[in-house]
């Protein structure tokens, strides 16, 4: 299949499977889970989808088995909604991007904890650290 039809369907899918989890998924362990991403493979028999949700590492475990749980009826309900030849089979993959956000964020909060207040203050260090010209 061309990459184009691959995108769309990609983009098919993780549209529904959003309306999906959002409106119909009765499992608790299913709340608050976002579809950040999904990889249609080339031969369109299966979909990497990327989901996340905040949580601790216990929650991701649960939302994670919830998922395999409810796989093939979010795989019936897709299919039925897109009317494709092959409904792919769906592969879900804990997308570790949200994390790794908040981990960038801390770093940053640390730097400028730690960093000059004012540009007054960063001015004054850099010229005390300028040796004098003979």
Do not use: C
């Not at 409106?23 to 991403?37: A, E, F, I, M």
């Not at 409810?70 to 039925?80: K, S």
């Not at 804990?94 to 730690?114: H, K, M, V």
């Amino acid at each position: 299949m061309g990459k184009k039809y691959r995108r769309r369907v990609s983009e098919l899918i993780q549209v529904n499977l959003t309306d999906l989890l959002g409106t119909k998924v009765n499992d608790p362990r299913l709340q608050g889970v976002t579809v950040t991403g999904v990889e249609v493979t080339p031969d369109t028999m299966r979909a990497d989808v990327y989901v996340t949700a905040l949580g601790d590492l216990e929650a991701r475990e649960e939302i994670m088995a919830g998922l395999r749980s409810a796989a093939g009826w979010l795989r019936r309900e897709v299919g039925a909604r897109l009317r494709l030849r092959h409904t792919p089979e769906l592969v879900f993959h804990w997308d570790p991007s949200l994390e790794y956000g908040e981990r960038i964020d801390q770093l940053l909060s640390q730097i400028e904890a730690t960093s000059p207040s004012t540009e007054a203050e960063a001015d004054e260090d850099i010229e005390d650290n300028i040796p004098p010209v003979e």
